[in-house]
């Protein structure tokens, strides 16, 4: 279990690793929404939005490792 103060530091982290696109869409996707729901919001294309998820994921993982 981490504490808030320890989410809030990774929180930061991977902000600072991502576009304002790529940290928009990610924080919409780890709120549940869809793609499409995703793309409907930020008015972009669904593959703009599978696009920036694809570039969250190689990132974060790069941060991970």
């Known amino acids: 279990i981490r504490d808030s103060s ?4 990774l929180g930061d982290v991977y902000k600072r690793q991502l576009s304002e696109l790529e940290w928009r869409v990610f924080q919409f996707y ?12 930020l008015g972009v294309s ?9 570039r969250v ?9």
């Open 6 to 9: 320890t989410s809030r530091g």
């Open 46 to 54: 669904v593959k703009t939005v599978n696009n920036a998820m694809q």
């Open 30 to 41: 780890l709120s549940g929404l869809a793609y499409n729901q995703i793309a409907l919001k």
């Open 57 to 65: 994921r190689r990132k974060l993982k790069a941060v991970l490792r």
